[in-house]
T-cell receptor
Framework: AQKVTQAQTEISVVEKEDVTLDCVYETRDTTYYLFWYKQPPSGELVFLIRRNSFDEQNEISGRYSWNFQKSTSSFNFTITASQVVDSAVYFCALSENTDKLIFGTGTRLQVFP | GAVVSQHPSWVICKSGTSVKIECRSLDFQATTMFWYRQFPKQSLMLMATSNEGSKATYEQGVEKDKFLINHASLTLSTLTVTSAHPEDSSFYIC??????????????FGPGTRLTVL
């Protein structure tokens, strides 16, 4: 069965701190996709990254970076030098051989000035 | 590209009435559209998957007679909440996959519709 676990329900940091959001997934498939989305207070989901199961390279995009480790079934997301605008709920999601997305429970990040 | 719109963005209705929510892919043809429901401070839960011209596939526990989905064209899907009750109050989000990105499992999300049933 497929499952996504985001153990951190809420994280609070002060601006400029680095913060890592954890994501652990379960799947029996060898081919799958992992995603991260940001949901600001407005509610609209913002796509951040898609990673397929055959690409374990870490990725950096500005202040965002992702660490994909198949050995631990984890796909963690780090924000460097956090800013108030980063405050949102962040969802990790998994998709197997269909287009269905299974979302984690989300991590609410609050960045204080 | 790959913009999905929803209408209305919010709606308030009386208990017992029906509400229709539209989901449109504005600049692409959507092979598949999905409907999600999100209760406050919870995650997105998939309600149903629909393909143009065929019946929607509902997830376990979702009443298909209560949540009617029509996918009449490659750019439009509608969700009708029939005989809405206060417990149906939620944030409804649609998404779509594009033929262009077929196989990547990427979904493009609409901005969501907030339904409040009094």
């Amino acid at each position: 069965a497929q499952k996504v676990t985001q153990a951190q329900t809420e994280i609070s940091v002060v601006e400029k701190e680095d913060v890592t959001l954890d994501c652990v997934y379960e799947t029996r498939d060898t081919t799958y996709y992992l995603f991260w989305y940001k949901q600001p207070p407005s509610g609209e989901l913002v796509f951040l990254i898609r990673r397929n199961s055959f690409d374990e390279q870490n990725e950096i995009s500005g202040r965002y970076s992702w660490n994909f480790q198949k050995s631990t079934s984890s796909f963690n997301f780090t924000i460097t030098a956090s800013q108030v605008v980063d405050s949102a709920v962040y969802f990790c999601a998994l998709s197997e051989n269909t287009d269905k997305l299974i979302f984690g429970t989300g991590t609410r990040l609050q960045v204080f000035p | 590209g790959a913009v999905v719109s929803q209408h209305p963005s919010w709606v308030i209705c009386k208990s017992g009435t029906s509400v229709k929510i539209e989901c449109r892919s504005l600049d692409f043809q959507a092979t598949t559209m999905f409907w999600y429901r999100q209760f406050p401070k919870q995650s997105l839960m998939l309600m149903a998957t629909s393909n143009e011209g065929s019946k929607a596939t509902y997830e376990q526990g979702v009443e298909k007679d209560k949540f009617l989905i029509n996918h009449a064209s490659l750019t439009l899907s509608t969700l009708t909440v029939t005989s809405a009750h206060p417990e149906d109050s939620s944030f409804y989000i649609c998404s779509a996959t594009s033929q262009r990105t077929s196989g990547s499992n990427e979904q493009f999300f609409g901005p969501g519709t907030r339904l409040t049933v009094l």
